[in-house]
């Protein structure tokens, strides 16, 4: 019997939960590895907080601790597992599968209200197809709760649910404050549906108890941790001296420096001030092109929604000085999920950009000396992918809602009359 893409599409159609199911436990056994890996640095971190806290010291006050303090929880739950590094240990792995399915099935969830067809299932499949290729530290890393929170407050909002999702974005802050970034053009979002009230009291529910927490605990001396950061290894500026090294065009050397590794030397002094200056032009930018975007939106839905916020959070993310691996754990599922609405291709950029991670990190030169020449390529190649990603994110967002509003009253050519 020939077989042609119109019965693909029938049988796809017709068997979406099949293959979502699928998708999930083929992903799923991916990173069924990772279970058998030691003990990473972040979660002997995690258990060396969830200790101190246990023994009666305050973070904050009595010890560095590096997170906001909704993390506090997600450290301390895996203390239910039991005493003990391995039990800890298990323990962080298994609730951190356990978002990951959630994440999955949100996904799933979403795209099945959005669409009755095997479109469906373009985002599920987008993060299945990239979330195995970071087996290696997905597990072992709590970003993938933030990730999740963020997703449940696109889905709330997207659904109307303003209160409860402001209230999932202030959660949200509290425990990786990335989502700080969602606020102004989810704002005006809400703004123009007359329910800034209630996502303003949302915000205001969610960050109550850190407001309170600043009576007892300095929590935002968490931020002090990161202030004196210099180039990160992973970013697009020192991925660029690093090649630059490579062709003899920049002195610097890979140096490791309290967690994280740094490219230092005179040219990278000399960039970090306009690396930060850069960073927040983009954000900055980024931000207001989305509210703008956010006051034209017509037609709300989680896709759209999805497309707000990830655009200034991959400004975040492509312009930091600082980009951990971990970073685009934060962008996928809001990726696969703005994949639904508008160009599909910067979606799967973002989760290609994913999956060469491993390529670059961890590989035995990124411990000892510093990336080879080819895996400096590939590191700039990605780094250099997400910006294409954000540029082409930025223009659909600008044309569609931005120039339609300039050039309104214009002739067919786009002139004033």
Known sequence: MKFSTGNFTGLANRHRFLIAFGLIIASSLCLWPAFNADMQGDVRGCQGMADDLLAGQLPYREHVFEYPPYSIPIFLLPKLFGGGADNYLEGFKTLALLADWVIKLSLFAIGFRQSKTWQALLPLLLYCTAAPFIHFFVLQRYDLWPALISLAGVWLLGSGRYLTGGLAVAIGIGVKLYPILFVPPLLVLAWRQGKEKRFCAGLALGLLPIGLLSFY???????????????????????????????????????????????????????????????????????????????????????????????????????????????????????????????????????????????????????????????????????????????ALLREAWREFCWKEITSGCDQNGLPP
């Open 217 to 391: 605990l300095p929590w935002w001396r968490f931020a002090e941790f990161q202030a004196d950061r210099g180039l990160q290894v992973e970013s697009l500026y020192a991925s660029a001296l690093w090649l630059g090294h490579w062709l003899g065009a920049a002195e610097v050397h890979w140096i490791y420096t309290n967690k994280w590794y740094e490219v230092q030397g005179a040219a990278a002094t000399s960039v970090l001030p306009w690396a930060r200056l850069i960073f927040i032009a983009g954000v900055g930018g980024s931000t207001v092109i989305m509210m703008r975007a956010a006051a034209r939106l017509q037609n709300i839905s989680a896709p759209q929604i999805a497309r707000l916020v990830l655009v200034p959070l991959l400004a975040f993310v492509a312009f930091n000085q600082v980009l951990s691996p971990q970073y685009m754990i934060w962008l996928l599922p809001l990726a696969a999920l703005a994949g639904l609405e508008g160009k599909f291709w910067p979606a799967g950029a973002i989760a290609l950009a994913t999956m060469l991670t491993p390529l670059f990190y961890p590989v035995p030169d990124y411990y000892h000396g510093g990336l080879n020449l080819i895996e400096t390529i590939i590191l700039l190649g990605r780094d250099l992918i997400l910006l294409a990603a954000w540029i």
